[in-house]
T-cell receptor
Framework: DQQVKQNSPSLSVQEGRISILNCDYT??????FLWYKKYPAEGPTFLIS?????DKNEDGRFTVFLNKSAKHLSLHIVPSQPGDSAVYFC????????????FGKGTLLTVNP | GAGVSQSPSNKVTEKGKDVELRCDPI?????LYWYRQSLGQGLEFLIY????????KSGLPSDRFSAERTGGSVSTLTIQRTQQEDSAVYLC????????????FGEGSWLTVV
């Protein structure tokens, strides 16, 4: 029973274009969402987060959008750079206890020069 | 050290043997977590420590798994009588506190049970 789903295992984008990574969740109790980026042989690193009281959060080239009614969030990277090539994990938590993250399976983003 | 440090980075063990995985969190971080990632899966929560106590052990998959933390710092995850399904990357993470703080992950310990 996957509560956080990333339905696209991989995504390929041209450098300079927009990358859009999608994530769906089923647990309506989730109220805080995060994106992590992972390079091979490294641990995941925190990228950006959003609280359920917001529908958008922006940090430089990265923007996360949250659609609570659809239980859907997306990460936009613009412009995409080759160094953005990594696995991106969507994660969610509830009740203010952000230690117990529920992760999706990840999406491998490849940005081609 | 600057980041979360885990050892060993790779471990191959025979089915039925016990293994210990070590985590050294970022200095000053009171909260410590263990997650694991099996092949083709997302990260799965195992256990959370606040100081030396573990308020949430709900993710430990069986009683063959245990963890402890001493001195509010180093933690050890022990898997007894390993099974092939235990093969995974075991990731340790830490944060300043459990609420509202960024969680920093280590590079993980790759465990292969043969």
């Amino acid at each position: 029973d996957q509560q956080v789903k990333q339905n696209s295992p991989s995504l390929s984008v041209q450098e300079g274009r927009i990358s859009i990574l999608n994530c769906d969740y089923t647990n309506s109790m989730f109220d805080y969402f995060l994106w992590y980026k992972k390079y091979p042989a490294e641990g995941p690193t925190f990228l950006i987060s959003i609280s359920s009281i917001k529908d958008k959060n922006e940090d430089g080239r990265f923007t996360v959008f949250l659609n609570k009614s659809a239980k859907h969030l997306s990460l936009h990277i613009v412009p995409s750079q080759p160094g953005d090539s990594a696995v991106y994990f969507c994660a969610a938590t509830s009740g203010g206890s952000n230690y117990k993250l529920t992760f999706g399976k990840g999406t491998l983003l490849t940005v081609n020069p | 050290g600057a980041g979360v440090s885990q050892s060993p980075s790779n471990k191959v063990t025979e089915k039925g043997k016990d293994v210990e995985l070590r985590c050294d969190p970022i200095s000053g971080h009171t909260a410590l977590y263990w997650y694991r990632q099996s092949l083709g899966q997302g990260l799965e929560f195992l256990i959370y420590f606040q100081g030396n106590s573990a308020p949430d052990k709900s993710g430990l998959p069986s009683d063959r798994f245990s963890a402890e933390r001493t001195g509010g710092s180093v933690s050890t995850l022990t898997i007894q009588r390993t099974q092939q399904e235990d093969s995974a990357v075991y990731l340790c993470a830490s944060s300043l506190g459990p609420e509202g703080y960024t969680i920093y992950f280590g590079e993980g310990s790759w465990l292969t049970v043969v």
